[in-house]
């Protein structure tokens, strides 16, 4: 498909485990952002990539969050010594442009026991 | 600071009714975009229409309309016809031009009723 795609789309771990969550945008797309969802709120933006510039991380929560885009494509958002409060929804979106309409994957939900 | 305010946590309307989800915002940037995602209980976010703070013009998109008062920094998003399928989330974003990240209001719960 040409949608944005992201793995895995369920995944529990225990508290203290390293996760790591993939996102593949939308082929061409130069941007890619990074949100979380908790239950039964809004979005909450965690990090962006545009093209080959520096990341805007300020919306990382803490230092065991992080995120790399390889080649301008596929990313990985990993957080180390998973908490119980990161379980959430992680939802990535890619856009064609700056200040273009972004759109999203099915979202990783995570769960940590 | 909270930029995007969604006060209706839950609407309810009638099947083939309109109904109007409010949203304002608040920035001091002259330039920015308004976004309206739908999320269904699947979990996707699906994006409806945009407006830009200089369109002159409200935007539509079929039975989606933004009622865009720019002097009262609102965005309202307009459904006629309702359908049964219409029933979601709805989450009112804002990006200002010279910023990287969207701002997502708390979001309306939607219910529409045979």
């Known amino acids: 498909g040409a949608g944005v795609s992201q793995s895995p789309s369920n995944k529990v771990t225990e508290k203290g485990k390293d996760v790591e969550l993939r996102c593949d945008p939308i082929?061409?797309?130069?941007?890619l952002y990074w949100y979380r969802q908790s239950l039964g709120q809004g979005l909450e933006f965690l990090i962006y990539?545009?093209?080959?510039?520096?990341?805007?991380k300020s919306g990382l929560p803490s230092d065991r969050f992080s995120a790399e885009r390889t080649g301008g494509s596929v990313s990985t958002l990993t957080i180390q010594r998973t908490q119980q409060e990161d379980s959430a929804v992680y939802l990535c979106?890619?856009?064609?442009?700056?200040?273009?309409?972004?759109?999203f994957g099915p979202g990783t939900r995570l769960l940590v026991l | 600071a909270q930029k995007i305010t969604q006060t209706q946590p839950g609407m309810f309307v009638q099947e083939k009714e309109a109904v109007t989800l409010d949203c304002t915002y608040d920035?001091?940037?002259?330039?920015?975009?308004l976004f309206w995602y739908k999320q269904p209980s699947s979990g996707e976010m699906i994006f409806l229409i945009y407006?830009?703070?200089?369109?002159?013009q409200n935007a539509t998109e079929g039975r989606y309309s933004l009622n865009f008062q720019k002097a009262r920094k609102s965005a309202n998003l307009v459904i006629s016809a309702s359908q049964l399928g219409d029933s979601a989330m709805y989450f009112c974003?804002?990006?200002?031009?010279?910023?990287?990240?969207?701002?997502f209001g708390a979001g309306t719960r939607l219910t529409v009723k045979p």
């Open positions: 979106a890619s856009e064609s442009g700056q200040q273009e309409t972004q759109y």
């Open positions: 082929s061409g797309h130069t941007a």
């Open positions: 990539f545009q093209g080959n510039s520096a990341p805007d």
């Open positions: 920035t001091s940037d002259p330039s920015y975009g």
């Open positions: 407006q830009g703070s200089y369109d002159q």
């Open positions: 974003a804002m990006r200002e031009v010279h910023n990287n990240d969207m701002r």
